[in-house]
């Protein structure tokens, strides 16, 4: 059963999670509709990162997944080697 603490940390991933994705639609999807002299354009990013954004952080995830991965071969495979 998850702690009061586990919820809450829980419920602002979701809470994060949630505006992220939200702000990321309208960048995308709604912007391109809206005039380019509206005031709500000032608060976005140019478009040019809609897409640069999302490719460096699946990027950096690769990359660390693949650390993790490697760590954790290499640290087995030392973990044999001394049971021998």
């Not at 994060?16 to 976005?44: N, R």
């Not at 952080?57 to 290499?74: C, H, K």
């Amino acid at each position: 059963m998850a702690t009061g603490t586990d919820q809450v940390v829980g419920l602002g991933l979701v809470a994060v999670s949630l505006i992220i994705f939200t702000y990321y639609t309208a960048w995308v999807i709604l912007l391109p509709f809206i005039d380019s002299e509206h005031v709500i354009h000032k608060y976005f990013l140019p478009r040019a990162y809609a897409v640069a954004i999302p490719l460096a952080a699946g990027l950096l995830l690769l990359l660390f997944v693949g650390l993790f991965i490697t760590y954790v071969m290499l640290k087995s495979e030392r973990v044999t080697k001394k049971a021998q």
